[in-house]
């Protein structure tokens, strides 16, 4: 009987650890954050470009919704979320339908069910003009900071997705628990009209190791975000992730580029900001000094357009030498069918026909490198090397993606700007009074 009684013994205890234990459900880890097409169509990774005020504004009087915070704003001067997109199941440039970031769309889709699902979160942003106030920057952070601006959410296993924004003051919340205090958190919803020159939005699918991948790259670019602010992050999952998020937020003083190619193919370049040399000659020589053509918010201090003999006195020897990096000044839209294009500038503001977007194509080489990047072509090729972005951080990401570089490539096509910039007159000396 002792015998039988420790077998009986021995049963309750496993059975009523079984019922003690959580609910296999409970165990399940939460489905990884994707970008999304549409509400429940996941893709690999989505791409959109919010077209300008100055030719394709939005209707002042339809309904502007603000699902993540905000009011519709009155802005001064015009406005505008009509887009374009594509992903890795649409792969050419089409018209959205509706206004970008507001819910229905790729943009609002892939960022709501960030927002209102629990995730572990950072976001970073140089222009969160004062809501929050990180670093004592004001309204936004100036070099060495990086000019870089995102959201990259995963779940306990690590995987998630990337977004990489261009509109200042969004997102500054990635979740509805912690919502953003002072300002809104919907595009359109704003204090300030972040919707009123041309934009872009990339997100991208991630494995565990390429959320610790962005993580190392951002840290390199040193983004702005603050590691206690619960609306900017909100860290946890597997440990190597945590102890990469809680190095976030300082500036960095690396001067090596970060190059890693990601699980889905899509290559990510960081750019740090104490390596002081021109953005996209540096992308070009980390592609292997292939020939591109970028549409940035191009305005003072301006690079020119440059071939592969310009000289480059800002440059690192380390670096290979980079390929001809020529300026889109204009492109159009749409860029197919029987509806002439509409010509869009693709240089900076201030008129509402302006361009804040950091896109470019490869225009030599056999790879058809498609480019999402932080950066704006500014700075100096000789002289000052640390001037404007030449000493700043951000990231690139680039696409080999034949339809998707045609399409992008088709929408920046126009006029460039030139190789060599006008000297500004100088004024007349006054005549000195005998």
Same mark, same amino acid.
């Given at each position: 009987?002792?015998?039988?009684? $420790? ?9 009523? #650890? ?7 459900w ?35 009087? #339809? ?56 995730y ?14 990180? #670093? ?44 953003r205090?002072?300002d809104?958190?919907t ?28 993580l ?34 300082? $500036? ?133 090397c ?19 570089h ?13 190789l ?5 007159a ?9």
């Open positions: 009987m002792g015998a039988l009684q $420790k077998v009986a013994g021995a049963m309750l205890l496993a059975v009523s #650890a079984t019922l003690l234990a959580p609910a296999a409970a165990q399940t880890p939460q489905p990884a954050p994707t970008p999304l097409e549409a509400t429940g169509k996941p893709v690999d990774w989505v791409f959109l470009f919010k077209l300008n005020a100055g030719v394709f504004p939005s209707d002042p009087k #339809a309904e502007r919704p603000c699902p993540f915070g905000g009011t519709a704003q009155a802005y001064t001067s015009s406005f505008s979320q009509d887009y374009i997109w594509a992903d890795s199941a649409q792969h050419e440039l089409q018209q959205g339908t509706g206004l970008v970031g507001t819910g229905g769309d790729p943009l609002g889709a892939t960022f709501a069910q960030v927002y209102a699902g629990g572990h979160y950072v976001v970073w942003n140089d222009q969160f003009y004062r809501h929050p106030n990180i #670093a004592g920057c004001g309204d936004s952070c100036a070099s060495p900071w990086g000019h870089s601006k995102g959201l990259l959410a995963w779940n306990e296993h690590g995987e998630g997705l990337v977004l990489q924004v261009t509109t200042p003051s969004w997102p500054a919340s990635g979740s509805a628990s912690h919502p205090q002072g809104g958190n595009l359109g919803c704003g204090k300030n009209n972040n919707v009123k020159f041309s934009q872009h939005f990339f997100s991208l699918k991630l494995s565990e190791p390429d959320v610790e991948n962005v190392d790259a951002i840290a390199n670019a040193s983004v702005v975000t603050n590691v206690n602010d619960a609306q900017l992050v909100n860290n946890g999952g597997p440990q190597g992730i945590q102890e990469r998020v809680a190095k976030l937020g300082r $500036k960095s003083a690396s001067v090596s580029v970060l190059k890693f190619t990601l699980s889905s193919g899509v290559q990510l370049i960081s750019k740090p900001s104490a390596l002081a040399v021109p953005p996209w000659q540096l992308v070009s020589a980390e592609l292997g000094g292939v020939d591109l053509r970028a549409a940035t918010w191009w305005t003072v201090p301006a690079i020119p357009s440059t071939l592969s003999t310009t000289p480059i006195g800002c440059w690192d020897p380390g670096l290979i030498k980079p390929g001809a990096v020529q300026i889109a000044t204009t492109g159009r839209w749409p860029i197919t069918g029987s509806v002439a294009g509409k010509v869009i500038a693709l240089g900076a503001g201030p008129a509402a026909n302006g361009n804040h977007a950091k896109i470019g194509v490869s225009t030599s080489g056999t790879v058809p490198f498609t480019i999402f990047g932080d950066m704006n072509q500014q700075g100096a090729l000789s002289g000052k640390s001037s404007s972005q030449n000493g700043r951080g951000g990231l690139f990401f680039v696409i080999s993606d034949a339809a998707l045609d399409s992008v490539g088709a929408l920046i096509a126009g006029e460039s700007a030139p060599t910039l006008p000297v500004k100088k004024a007349p000396k006054k005549a000195v009074k005998p």
